[in-house]
């Protein structure tokens, strides 16, 4: 009896230790790199203390994708930059594998989970705030802002798009608590916090943010009134796709958005280069990618060869353009189809498709309507390119990943 109350308190301590590192990872995404560093050390020491109950992961077929994901590059910086490949991306594309193996290391209990989501939605309403704080203080200034392609300020190091990705999560998560409770309270503040977020959405004007925004409502009407009377789901998808106007009539700041966006547009599809503009940024990043590909469509440049490839391109073609906008094409696939090739492109076309060929993944509502808007995403952001992004998509997918199979797989063996 004493062994079994050791065995308990271990592991009491070990999913204390976890939580402990989500807590510093959420930290540290909004406010410090540091002490997001260190929750990764945390997730991973967690999760290599409980890697025995959760190896058979690697039967999983959607998991070896997440694996060739990272495998690809990391191996790809070694074979290119020998000694040096830590100073590249490979490394810190594990953070693929990590997060699934750590949730379902961590199995979170109905209790845990709600827990969790509750704090989640805690700390971006406090992002929220201190965004709408900087928006109202100088109102009269916002027009002006919004006139240049600037946003009011962000908590995550001023990273709107993961911001309003991560708002736009909140709020399917929150939907996610209202489905599952029966307190009227919760349900009300729910819908209050959805709706205040909506709103926050507008006002900071993201295009990812409100893509993916309207993208989770149009799927979660008809994965809801699947099945149901048709006229519901004719009547409905108007009605969603009217927010946007009447945002748009009614927000100052999102009017200018949309007009700069419209005045980039006029001149970047014109070949005019204009200091300032920033879809025109991501076009041309989008030009410079296929025109790799065309030139290296078989094996690619290589991951830690893009960025020299891609900065040759932009002085080739663009000499206007200054160092610093010298980004990588701005799409997910183009990244890895111009860095690795053909093999390459078909690792990230099955891990993108994969899911849907899976029964309790493509009829699970709540990770369908993460997973679509991210994938759509993939389109024109590189969220598997950076620290924090990589976080964010590789946490979230694991998240509504363990949901869907709690939910709709009880025998491991039926994985994959």
Known sequence: MNGNFTYKNIESRLELLAYVGMGLLF?????????????????????????HDVKWLFKDKWLLTFLSLALLPLLSDILLEGLDFYKFRGVMKFLLVLFPFFIFALKPQENVVRNFIYLFLGLMLLSSFYSLFHYFSDISNMASVYKVSKVIPVLSFGDHIRISWVTVISCLLALYLMAETNSRFSKVSLGVYIIFQMIFLHLLGSKTGLISLYLTLMILALYTLKGKAKWLIILIAPLILLLPLIAYKTIPSLEQRFNFIKYDFEHYIKGEYREGLSDAVRFYSLKAGSDIVKSHPLFGTGFSGLQDKTNQWYKDNIPLMPAENYFLPSNQMLVYWASGGLLGLIVFLTHIILPFFIPYLRKNTWFMAFFIPAVFSFMYETHLEGQLPLFVYSFFVAW?????????????????
């Open 400 to 416: 509504f990943w363990f949901l869907a199979y709690s939910k709709g797989v009880v025998d491991t063996n039926q994985v994959g």
């Open 27 to 51: 930290f540290g995404f909004l406010f410090n790199r540091v002490v997001s560093n260190a929750g990764f050390v945390v997730i991973g020491i967690y999760t290599l203390t409980k890697f």
